[in-house]
């Protein structure tokens, strides 16, 4: 047995596993809900728009009734399609959200359990690469476990989500190229029918990046169950 582990199971289910699924909850359950009405409010604007021009004084030499709906069109999508990609951004924004809450619960374990006192205000030993040696030095591969290429990918995706275009954007590109089809997250568009390699420039505004609940959920599992595997893995070693 490695590192207290026994109490670690009940503190990693107590404090680690349940901030997780409350983050996933209420994502799903809180927040997206939200924005269920967005197309509703779109039609409203659409037509109060084009109820205010009509009200108005018009010159039907310059103006006529569908250049005033295809303005009041106009509006609603805006604001249709500018809800939606604050839709989108909320949904991949949750990516590095996951990835980074489980590297600091993980990293909390490193610095009371494996680090000495007196290294672990010291910046140099707060890395996840540190705790993999110092398991790796008891016979321990942390890196072995079936959740960490899963969550591996997750940073990825986190590193993705906050800095666009760059070496972990091709990483992701190549992994899981169907997160940049529009496609994937909106059933309505049909896919492009000839692939190629999309540039990042905006995924934290809902754009380049298309990532659906579904995919964060399967990402958020993940880091949920590493906990329980982790102590097992603890509690045999």
């Known amino acids: 047995m490695l590192h207290n582990a026994t109490f ?3 503190y990693f289910q107590r404090m680690f596993k349940s ?12 927040l997206l ?14 037509e109060k728009t084009y109820n205010d021009m009509m009200s108005m ?26 809800m939606e990609s604050v839709r989108q951004a909320l949904i991949n924004s949750f990516a590095p959200i996951l990835y980074h809450t489980w590297e600091q619960q993980l990293l909390a374990f490193h610095r009371k359990e494996v680090l000495h006192p007196n290294e672990e205000r010291k910046n140099k030993f707060l890395r996840v690469e540190v705790l993999q040696t110092r398991l790796m030095d008891k016979g321990f591969d942390i890196t072995q476990l079936s959740t960490w290429s899963t969550i591996d990918e997750l940073r990825i995706l986190a590193n993705t989500v906050k800095h666009a275009d760059g070496g972990a954007g091709d990483q992701l590109k190549a992994r899981r190229p169907e997160f940049f089809e529009p496609h994937h997250a909106k059933a309505g568009i049909a896919a492009m029918p000839i692939r190629y390699t999309p540039s990042i420039y905006r995924p934290m505004s809902g754009e380049d990046l298309y990532l659906t609940m579904a995919d964060l ?7 949920i169950d590493f906990w329980d595997e982790f102590a097992d ?3 045999s070693a």
């Open 57 to 82: 004084p018009l010159d039907p030499d310059v103006v006529d009734e569908s250049m005033l709906a295809e303005a009041a069109f106009e509006a609603g999508y805006k604001h249709y399609s500018g």
């Open 33 to 46: 809900p939200t924005f269920d009405g967005i197309e509703a409010e779109a039609t409203a604007l659409q």
């Open 233 to 235: 893995a603890l509690e």
């Open 8 to 10: 670690w199971r009940g």
């Open 217 to 223: 959920l399967a990402y958020g599992r993940a880091t």
């Open 19 to 30: 901030h997780l699924e409350r983050t996933l909850e209420a994502l799903e359950h809180r």
